[in-house]
DNA sequence: GGCTTTTCGTGATCCTGATCACGGTGCGAT
DNA sequence: ATCGCACCGTGATCAGGATCACGAAAAGCC
């Protein structure tokens, strides 16, 4: 089954590769059917948005394939990215639980699958399925605790050079390979600003420095991690 | 009935004076029934601490009386208050449920009494009281938004003098009176200066300078809030 | 009431990162 | 090919806070 965009469309939850290892994935097989049953699905090009920051919650998104980013704005035109979503990730979780509005702003940056599912529908499933209840409460509280990495990350190092190099970090710890370290980088270095709260320029004087001082290298899109050990000395002076 | 520190001890969560407001009081009767039984209570002095950031979770505390401070710490000996809560919330909540260590450490700031619930206990009540799990599942995405706003602070606006009059304009939402609006000050310029993540002096600093602006005047441990208009415009130039 | 301890006010200095500015590079569209 | 556009690299400048330092004021404690 083709899609636009050169994707493979995955049309049953039963059957997705990925249905292990997610909530509302990895579920009795008759909470999988009936989810299966309550959702919609669509394909998004970059750059769609799934729902904007202050919205009134219509549902969940469940990503299946595909990235997006999670960012809030001032009205200064400042942004903060506060989470890059990946494959799984349920992404307006809270304000669709709490309806309030959507505390960020949803949008991809590859294209990707992800299955809707509206409130009603959702508040109506779990409260048959009462042992998902709990699990959303957990993922809440994952998400919870995400957040406060992200304050502490804020407020506690207050030098870019820091943050970028805690970023670097866990970016090696996640989806990094192999040794030396690669990671292949999607991001441009604006959204790396918006993520460590700085701005463009110091991100590419960053990568400069960092790459003068041998910490890193770069090969098109693929940063290697040379000097893990000296990156974990700037976290933790 | 009486307790150390001259306050009174509340042994009756069915006759809480508070207890239409919050999570776990504004309950059925014969939900605040079991919890009443599933409870235990203390009184704690100032600076107490409730418990420790990175501690595996005991349970939940629910304060009656009094305030807590929450902060989080990075080894570098830095550290910020992400809330100040007061009587009604629950501390350790998303811990609890999630088993995770405490995120925060909550330390008393004014003397109170804090019923506390055994992690056992709130998760088989929770178990049996499906009703109950969907409003924690409320209160988790409450709690989630605050941290959002936390992230928005820190983020958004990173200079200290934006970040401080969005802190006083927060009190006289809160906790003013009046017209003009007053606000007690309970904290130390220490203590304020790691809400918003700058230093002591800063914080200093920034109350002459306010002062001198007659946007604020002090009488005592009472702030004044001169000209509420000037200061929305340093929160949102 | 005197003692210690915490908290506060403010000056002087220094340095980092924000901001502005501009040119280079890579890539997709037509 | 080449035009256009989004992205990247780097220099120059500048201000706002962090930091250090010290004394004054206020708050607990016998």
Same mark, same amino acid.
């Given at each position: ?75 200064? =035109?400042? $942004? ?6 990946? %494959?799984?990730?349920? /992404? *307006?979780? @809270?304000? &669709?639980?709490? +309806? ?54 804020? =407020?506690? $190092? ?6 970028? %190099?805690?970023?670097? /970090? *866990?970016? @090696?710890? &996640?989806?990094? +390979? ?60």
């Amino acid at each position: 089954m083709r899609a636009p965009y050169g994707l493979n469309i995955l049309d049953n939850c039963l059957t997705c590769p990925t249905r292990e290892e997610h909530l509302f994935c990895n579920l009795p097989p008759a909470a999988v059917q009936k989810l299966n049953e309550i959702r919609s699905t669509a394909v998004y090009p970059k750059s769609a948005m799934l729902f904007i920051e202050g919205q009134q919650p219509r549902g969940v998104f469940v990503l299946c394939t595909g990235k997006a980013k999670l960012s809030t704005s001032s009205a200064g =035109g400042r $942004t903060v990215i506060t989470k890059i979503s990946e %494959a799984g990730d349920v /992404l *307006g979780l @809270s304000a &669709t639980i709490s +309806n309030r509005p959507y505390e960020v702003t949803a949008e991809m940056i590859e294209p990707g699958q992800a299955n809707f599912i509206t409130r009603d529908a959702l508040l109506h499933f779990l409260r048959e399925h009462g042992e998902v209840a709990l699990r959303v409460a957990e993922q809440l509280s994952r998400n919870y605790y995400a957040a406060y990495e992200g304050i502490r990350t804020l =407020g506690l $190092t207050n030098s870019p050079s820091e943050r970028f %190099a805690k970023l670097l /970090l *866990g970016w @090696s710890n &996640t989806s990094g +390979n192999g040794d030396p370290l690669q990671v292949k980088l999607t991001l441009t270095h604006e959204e790396i600003a918006e993520m460590i709260g700085t701005t463009r320029e110091t991100v590419s004087r960053l990568f400069s420095q960092f790459r003068r001082k041998q910490l890193v290298q770069l090969k098109g899109a693929t940063l290697i991690i040379r000097n893990k050990a000296a990156l974990e000395k700037i976290v933790n002076p």
